[in-house]
């Protein structure tokens, strides 16, 4: 793990980038030590990222972006989906409204 930014109070602070040992990556703004604010993370292991704002460590808002284009832009609830729309890249479909990962 490295991180490529400022420090304050002993907390990553400020503009920078995150090198996680699994190979994911956060590029983006910190502030005490969790991301906070605009940034991009990329999963290694899945090949898609977030992209988009950061609340106290939580994506919040923004898009998420899968390996074949597939990409989600709304709001998150914990870094989940709840609302917003899904562009489907490999049909050109299109689905609008709300996200419950708890559906069955």
């Not at 002993?10 to 005490?32: H, L, R």
């Not at 604010?37 to 704002?53: N, T």
């Not at 972006?65 to 729309?85: I, L, N």
Request: aromatic content about 20%.
């Amino acid at each position: 793990m490295a991180w490529g930014g400022g420090w304050v109070d002993d907390k990553m602070d400020g503009e920078g980038s995150y090198y996680y040992a699994s190979g994911d990556i956060y590029t983006g703004s910190f502030k005490q030590g969790k991301k906070h604010g605009s940034g991009m993370y990329y999963f290694k292991a899945h090949s898609c990222q977030f992209m988009g704002i950061w609340s106290e460590g939580i994506f919040v808002e923004g898009k998420w972006v899968h390996r074949d284009g597939t990409t989600f832009k709304g709001s998150f609830e914990a870094s989940v989906p709840s609302e917003g729309t899904f562009y489907f890249s490999s049909s050109g479909l299109v689905q609008q409204g709300s996200y419950n990962a708890k559906a069955g």
